[in-house]
């Protein structure tokens, strides 16, 4: 099936550095990708939208200038956190969405094995 | 709006049994996509299993089985003959009509006792 890799796996930062998270489809052309950021014991919350040549679409009540997401390309997708908190660490997951409708229809998404943030 | 329910924080099965997770939705598109989802403590989301509102038969994969009953908004997992690697949290999931984005359920801690 299809693959999305994210990178890094693991990053601690120092608290008011920036710290940016790679999101790639390894396999197929993502016109749109997704951010969620997950809490310990907590469900994932979409953060983000992002889609291909365009300006990403925010989630209510997320900061768009401190997660700033770059779909530069049909395989890649950034997220940078900017000006770390420790409130800001969590587990960020990406997912893409393979426009080949395969057995979810147009749902088709392949998710990325998540990036766990800690700031210090 | 859409919305997923899950209303049972932790399910206890012994390995071998079968065990049922439940889900319920809300959503006033009368298309959508219902899915399953299980995270094992690495953090993967894995698939397991997707429902479309049209499909008239209950999914099916392998172990995996989706109760969906469509008057009740209800879309329950059933997994059969438990393993002690089924033993993760699992996550109801929708997708709405013109949105390609998921929805999710706060998640359902399963554990099988051996």
């Known amino acids: 099936g299809a693959v999305v890799s994210q990178h890094p796996s693991r990053v601690i930062c120092k608290s008011g550095t920036s710290v940016k998270i790679e999101c790639r489809s390894l396999?197929?052309?993502?016109?749109?990708m997704f951010w969620y950021r997950q809490f310990p014991k907590k469900s994932l919350m979409l953060m983000a939208t992002?889609?291909?040549?365009?300006?990403?679409?925010?989630e209510q009540g997320v900061e768009k200038d401190k997660f700033l997401i770059n779909h530069a390309s049909l395989t890649l997708s950034t997220l940078t956190v900017t000006s770390a908190h420790p409130e800001d660490s969590s587990f960020y997951i990406c997912s893409a969405r393979d426009p080949r409708a395969g057995t979810s229809g147009d749902y088709e998404q392949y998710f990325g094995p998540g990036t766990r943030l800690t700031v210090t | 709006a859409q919305k997923i329910t899950q209303t049972q924080p932790g399910m206890f099965v012994q390995e071998k049994e079968a065990v049922t997770l439940d889900c319920t939705y809300d959503?006033?598109?009368?298309?959508?996509?219902l899915f399953w989802y299980k995270q094992p403590s690495s953090g993967e989301m894995i698939f397991l299993i997707y429902q479309g509102s049209y499909d008239q038969q209950n999914a099916t994969e392998g172990r995996y089985s989706l109760n969906f009953q469509k008057a009740r908004k209800s879309a329950n997992l059933v997994i059969s003959a438990s393993q002690l690697g089924d033993s993760a949290m699992y996550f109801c999931a929708m997708g709405g009509a013109g949105s390609y984005q998921l929805t999710f359920g706060k998640g359902t801690k399963l554990s099988v006792i051996p």
């Open positions: 396999d197929f052309q993502a016109t749109t």
């Open positions: 959503t006033s598109d009368p298309s959508y996509g």
């Open positions: 992002s889609n291909e040549g365009s300006k990403a679409t925010y």
